[in-house]
């Protein structure tokens, strides 16, 4: 047993009899410890960081260790410009000033306290405490993900790619958006209601059929956006793997994230 291992237990047992528990960062069984430890095994070398508002997701791969390429989606021209000045610093983040759907050309945007392409229901909006008085649209750009992919992985030997969508109910449009180039999609997160809080949003059902139609299998649910009150999770954060059908030669393990 290592000399760091030794004093972590003897910290955590101390804290144990005041009532503490300590844990290795990312904790245990976590939405972080499992993505940090997918990225790793899978030799994730790229990822695509779909709805990135003004980098959080990128700055949070970066402390819990990922080196890659970073590439970033932002249509909305102000979370944009504070996306830019983040990435200035990063040598492998890079940004691009567009959404990603499936469908290539200009549209609307709903923005205020969130950004969307769909509109929220009001019944949502008054859940969340949103100002309705932010709300505005504004014009922006998107392109289907294989028309700019070639352009953006050129450098990348053997690219490897990790997908994150956080789109407001627009990620199934996103993947449809990749049909010619999936095959360099190693896995994706997606975020997936149980409440649909937007006018034609893809149900969790919906979702998840798309998905393995699509050839991607769930590996790991995380509730977000939690109403204590009411014991319900309006969304999920979920891992998806790309898997062909067959587990021959596959190992049983412990859980992701031990």
Not at 174 to 193: A, H, M, N, W, Y
Request: aromatic content about 10%; charged content about 20%.
């Amino acid at each position: 047993m290592s000399t760091q291992r030794i004093i972590f237990d003897f910290i955590r047992s101390c804290a144990l009899k005041m009532g503490v528990s300590i844990s290795w960062y990312p904790p245990p069984h976590s939405f972080e410890r499992h993505l940090r430890d997918y990225l790793a095994q899978m030799r994730i070398n790229c990822v695509l960081d779909v709805g990135a508002f003004v980098g959080e997701y990128a700055v949070q791969l970066r402390r819990n260790g990922y080196m890659g390429s970073i590439v970033s989606f932002e249509p909305v021209p102000a979370s944009y410009a504070l996306l830019r000045q983040r990435m200035q610093h990063d040598a492998l983040w890079r940004g691009q000033p567009f959404g990603l759907s499936d469908t290539s050309g200009e549209a609307l945007m709903h923005t205020g306290s969130f950004n969307s392409l769909l509109n929220l229901h009001a019944d949502a909006e008054q859940a969340y405490k949103l100002d309705p008085h932010l709300r505005s649209e504004i014009p922006i750009q998107l392109r289907r993900l294989e028309e700019v992919l070639p352009e953006l992985i050129k450098d990348l030997d053997s690219p490897r790619i990790f997908m994150k969508m956080d789109t407001q109910g627009h990620d199934v449009s996103v993947l449809r958006g990749v049909s010619t180039t999936l095959d360099k999609i190693v896995g994706f997160q997606s975020e997936l209601p149980t409440v649909q809080i937007y006018d034609g949003m893809p149900s969790m059902s919906e979702a998840l059929a798309y998905y393995r139609t699509s050839g991607y299998v769930p590996i790991g649910f995380y509730p977000v956006n939690t109403f204590r009150d009411m014991q319900v999770s309006a969304e999920f954060d979920v891992l998806f793997n790309r898997f062909d059908g067959s587990l021959a030669g596959a190992r049983q393990s412990t859980q992701v994230g031990d």
